[in-house]
């Protein structure tokens, strides 16, 4: 998936690499976070019958979800990275590099504890979502459909992330409010891949995106 277009001056193309590994691995993403929770013990929790959260399903199945999303995130992270290199604001290549270190805390919840957990989702969220509002509003990556999804995602994870927080203090008593902070859980996951997808398509109007090797010469 990466082609050399130029021999002398060491020319690699890595467009193919991006869109189609970005593409991946934003509907593997979504396949897989849905597959977490429909794993034995299933949807629901055996003892409160409340919706289980995405992270449940991470903490069960920690191994294949560090294989699986974490391969994900890292072809997700060199798309954005990327494409933070060529917006006005550089600042974006920073908040990518925390969403993707609160993502990789998340994956270790079996080993990290629930606290640890809870900020590496925070990190996760607000780093995603500063880096898709800068990509959103960029002349080069930035679209009104882009900036539109960025805003219902920052509003889904703003509303996931206060009942998340509520059912996390009452511990998990109140099964309703447990399963509707799932729902939007998953709601927002669905627009954040969405957002993914955005910055995907926008490396995808390019008709080829190259890096230059130049040895140093003595």
Not at 146 to 152: A, F, G, P
Not at 158 to 176: C, E, P, R, Y
Request: aromatic letters at 12%; charged letters at 10%.
């Amino acid at each position: 998936m990466i082609h050399q277009t130029g021999k002398e001056d060491d020319i690699i193309s890595v467009r193919p690499t991006l869109v189609i590994g970005g593409c991946i691995s934003c509907f593997v993403s979504i396949f897989f976070c849905i597959l977490l929770v429909c794993l034995p013990p299933g949807p629901t929790s055996p003892e409160t019958g409340a919706l289980r959260f995405i992270s449940d399903g991470m903490e069960c199945y920690c191994g294949w979800s560090a294989v699986v999303l974490g391969t994900c995130s890292l072809f997700i992270l060199m798309c954005q990275l990327v494409a933070a290199a060529h917006m006005a604001n550089h600042m974006a290549a920073l908040w990518a590099l925390i969403q993707t270190l609160g993502w990789n805390i998340v994956l270790g919840a079996a080993d990290t504890g629930w606290t640890l957990h809870s900020i590496g989702l925070g990190l996760f969220l607000f780093g995603g979502q500063f880096f898709h509002s800068l990509a959103g509003c960029d002349p080069n990556y930035g679209s009104l459909t882009y900036s539109r999804v960025n805003i219902l995602a920052c509003f889904f994870a703003t509303v996931f992330g206060i009942l998340g927080l509520i059912s996390m203090m009452d511990q998990g008593s109140n099964a309703t409010l447990r399963s509707f902070a799932v729902a939007f859980e998953f709601v927002f996951m669905f627009f954040q891949q969405a957002q993914n997808m955005c910055i995907v398509m926008a490396l995808d109007a390019y008709k080829d995106i190259r890096i230059h090797f130049d040895k140093a010469h003595h």
